[in-house]
């Protein structure tokens, strides 16, 4: 009798093993033949399920956007004040050793779709922007609506993406202090903190 395999778990399974590699060794270092060792397969299998390693890459980064994505839905849907929302929305990718190690990850790839500016990795990268700007969207709408925002900041959500893309871009700076960028941000839009 023929193992029916699930091609899509399989793919999922394969890119779920490699995470720690890719987090250890980064986009420009990780190897196909690292890929199918650590997953426990063999270089053909690799290439049935994923057409390069950028698919790979691709697959797994989803996973820390889906996991972060969630992290952010949490964020926005808690008791938090908006300012506490709103820096922890910004914060967040600098908040402990992971998620520094997963914004590696992301500068990386970044810089990579910066080069190459492929019709995947822009396609990707546009996705990404609008699920994190509908978050920042609700925090901001609720923040108006509870007096904490000026009503001018209903449409501000892509300006802060922008603003939180430059804190990531500049981070890599010593004289950028990400924190006190993001605090002094705060300090600007927020109108009235609530406790």
């Not at 908040?95 to 990386?108: D, Q, V, W």
């Amino acid at each position: 009798m023929a193992i029916i395999v699930n091609k899509e778990e399989k793919r999922r399974n394969i890119a779920l093993s490699c995470r720690a590699l890719l987090l250890e060794h980064g986009i420009g270092e990780l190897t196909i033949s690292q890929i199918a060792k650590t997953a426990g397969v063999g270089k053909g299998t690799i290439y049935e399920y994923f057409e390069n390693k950028e698919d790979i890459v691709f697959e797994i980064m989803q996973t820390f956007i889906v996991e972060h994505e969630k992290r952010l839905e949490e964020i926005s849907r808690s008791e938090m004040s908006t300012k506490e929302k709103l820096f922890h929305f910004f914060y967040l990718l600098f908040e402990n050793e992971t998620a520094r190690k997963h914004l590696g990850i992301y500068k990386e790839f970044l810089a990579i779709s910066l080069m190459q500016e492929t019709k995947a990795m822009l396609d990707f990268s546009e996705a990404c922007r609008e699920r994190f700007l509908f978050i920042l969207n609700n925090i901001l709408e609720a923040g108006v609506r509870s007096g904490e925002l000026n009503a001018q900041m209903s449409g501000s959500a892509g300006s802060l993406v922008l603003f939180a893309t430059g804190v990531i871009v500049d981070s890599r700076l010593k004289t950028c202090d990400v924190k006190q960028e993001i605090d002094h941000l705060l300090d600007i839009i927020i109108v009235k903190e609530c406790k």
